[in-house]
């Protein structure tokens, strides 16, 4: 009697469970910071993408950036800071959009946030700020925010970055998880720990596929570094990446159809592997490719105030010849 006592509160108290209302969690709340419109806008972006090098921002890129938006929404995404790129974009370059919104996408949750994604995917111009490369990567990749800003770039969104911002817009891309890595370190040890490369898994700008892109070029002396993400990929996966490099105060702005403008006061590299693998090319060795002084071809171009050309990111060809030079490393030393 007893037992079959205890079996009928068991019942009783399940069933009272059961009959309790659902709690419903609310989607974790955001920061953001919104100037123009609040309604959203449909308008038809023209597309590109616009790689900054970091430091201070250059006004004539950006306002390529906005031009491209086609007057519509401009999305600024950042895992750290405030709004300053608000007043800057909707008020002081003179290009008219409809609103700029900053949002401080800064854990991993809010990448799933059905308010966020909806404003990705209704932005017509979306702009990575600077910042932790690795946490770009530890936030973002492979959620809902990063499905949504592939679908826009399909869409034919304009879509750029600064610093950290551009350091993910490859398809091929140096994490930044094990922290970063300096040029005398990678070379000295190409399978340093902290030269961690992904690939196909983040963001896949058709531009950009099998590129690696690297900031802060001249100023914090990354060529090396970048020659050993080439060498890695090369030789780990048998892919002849390319590479862009920027410079500080310059950025690189292209149209859908591969045409490359410079601006800026730096310089921006375009490497290509010539196809063959380093001669030496292991873990606590310095790397070696040599190849006779012709291991990656390296076409530079200075930047201007009204934007240089000569370069196009489809065929990844310079438009005259004559206008590259090689790089090679014997080693652990770029020569």
Sequence with gaps: MIRILSVFLLFL??????????????????????????????????????LAGGSTDVD?????????????????????GKDGYNE??????GETVNSVETILLNNRELASNPAIIRKVRT????????????????FWQGTPVADALNERIRQGAVMGGTSAGCGI??????????????SAEALANPYDKRVDLRRDDFLKQPLLANTIT?????????????????ARALTD??????????????AVCVTPDGVVNVFGQGNAYFLQTMGTKPERC???????????????RVTTIAGSATGTGGFNLVTFQPELTGQSHYWSVENGVRH
Excluded: C
């Design 123 to 138: 932005a017509e111009a979306i702009f990575f700020a600077g910042g932790d490369q690795g946490n770009y990567v530890r």
């Design 13 to 50: 108290n399940i069933g009272s469970a059961l009959l309790q209302p659902l709690s419903i969690q609310p989607a974790p709340a955001y920061t953001s910071w919104i100037i123009g419109d609040t309604a959203d806008v449909v308008r038809q972006p023209l597309g590109g993408v616009v």
């Design 169 to 182: 817009l490859g398809q091929v891309y140096f994490s930044a998880l094990e922290g970063t890595v300096t």
């Design 237 to 250: 996966w048998g892919m002849p990446a390319r590479g862009i490099g920027v410079d500080e105060k310059t």
């Design 88 to 93: 800057y974009l909707y008020q002081k370059l």
């Design 282 to 296: 292991q873990a606590n060795q310095p790397l070696t490719w040599k190849q006779n002084g012709k291991a990656v």
């Design 60 to 80: 004539a890129a950006m306002r390529w950036f906005l031009h491209r938006s086609g007057g519509g929404d401009v999305l600024i995404l950042r895992s750290s």
């Design 214 to 230: 690297d900031m802060h070029y001249a100023a914090r002396d990354r060529q090396g570094r970048h020659l050993v993400f080439l």
